[in-house]
């Protein structure tokens, strides 16, 4: 199994507190080290970090603690493999272009005789039922609404058929972002926090560090951070429902 | 303008050398500011590092002069912006699937009234006439050979014809990879070397700096440098042909 990490901002925010913390997890605190990744948005660009080294020993990895990027959605991904051996090609995140938007996908969980039918639109380079899923997934929403992308509402309604039909093969926990909104389904176990004003300290449960965000922040930020566990001790993380798709933007979960 | 580098070898190698001359070059010894990008093939993953910084400032670029990453395919690419603003998502190079492989493009040059018709399985997400014109290649590969890849020489006939056709509407040397071979063509200008057994010395044009290949190798790697630019001053770099397109596979070109 894996975990994940997705973050989803009103204004671009770094990630470097909890990537600390959620990287520590990679091979240190926990045992998730065959392979790590991370991808930033920023504008309608992406910036894809994989490595199939652990989150602890990668010299990527340490780039990412020390160089803020500033990014209003970011998700991250530590592995521990289930499926597809431990290459380049099988680390999470996913990026595909449709409707010419990035689409960055990371999944947490494993899917038994999942063996979609593709039409070669989209189509896995590894090895994982990860890929193969998100393949899937782009596939069938082509297939629905064509060339022209839907709006965040449409596209919820969509997702959340989808990922329920993909969810009945295993555990699919996962999350999707073209950039704008961020859609995360909770087949087992996903959390989730929204920081506003007014901004507390926040201290990491992985490693021995604080944060007071009232210091890095203004009043009008709005910070969504969804994670497989929580990742401090002192705040008040909210456990998504088993089957629950929740999609974020600018910071909050829509209703 | 921008410049272009790549490199194919029979074994993995790392481009440390090669490209700490060519970084240079954006926004030191030349001009290309506005950018710059590479990507390494990894077995069939890729290892893409982009950054709408030179590659004078650049972190991430410090961190590839450092951490050796060896490959078999290798595109680089440092921008001086021509058409689409200084962003993460117009910086090359650009990478999208098709037949289950990642397929890795850069451009140097730039197009005039270049307006093909898509039929929206791959679409720019940036504004370059690059990026477009990457799309507009990989569509017309999929529609001549469907969901079954060719193989090399026959990839090679239709590239040749498309990117004469692109060519026709300016300036269009291209490099192009899907992890297995490297396909480059000369619209203006292209140069290539064959670095293999017995090795020598070999001094970068752009820095103070040597390495004596001998000394790094076995005397059965090979390794094919492309470049707009030689970018050693002791070696005998071979020019294009204008309107010639090369495929080089295991660090050497295919007749």
Redesign the interface.
């Known amino acids: 199994m894996c975990q994940l990490l997705g973050m989803n901002c009103n204004v671009p925010t770094d990630i470097v507190f909890s990537f600390t913390g959620f990287a520590t997890r990679g091979g240190l605190t926990d045992e998730h080290k065959d392979g790590w990744g991370i991808a930033f948005f ?7 970090f ?1 490595d199939h080294q652990s989150a602890v020993a990668s ?2 990895a340490e ?1 990412i603690k020390r ?1 803020p990027i500033q990014s209003k959605n970011v998700i991250a991904h530590i592995r521990k493999a289930t499926q597809g051996q431990v ?5 999470h995140p996913f ?3 449709l ?4 689409w960055v996908f990371a999944h947490n969980g494993d899917l038994k005789n999942f063996a979609p039918v593709l039409d ?7 090895t994982t039922d990860s890929e193969l899923a998100f393949c899937y997934l782009l596939q069938e929403l082509r297939k629905r609404f ?2 022209v992308a839907p709006d965040t509402p449409a596209l919820k309604i969509a997702l959340d058929e989808l990922t329920r039909a993909i969810a009945s093969y295993g555990v699919f926990n996962m999350m999707l972002s073209d950039g704008s909104a961020l859609f995360a389904h909770c087949s087992t176990r996903l959390h989730y926090i929204v920081r506003q004003y007014p901004f507390e300290e926040a201290k990491l449960s992985d490693e021995d560090l604080s944060v007071d965000f009232s210091e890095v922040t203004t009043p009008n930020d709005r910070v969504a951070i969804i994670v497989t566990e929580p990742l401090t001790t002192n705040e008040n993380w909210h456990a998504f429902s088993v089957g629950e798709l929740k999609v974020f933007v600018d910071g909050k979960p829509l209703n």
Chains 1, 2 share one sequence.
Request: aromatic residues 12%.
């Open positions: 920023e504008g309608t660009g992406v910036r894809l994989v010299p990527v780039l160089y290459a380049l090609e099988n680390c990026v595909r272009e409707w010419g938007r990035y070669g639109a989209f189509r896995p380079v590894g064509g060339n």
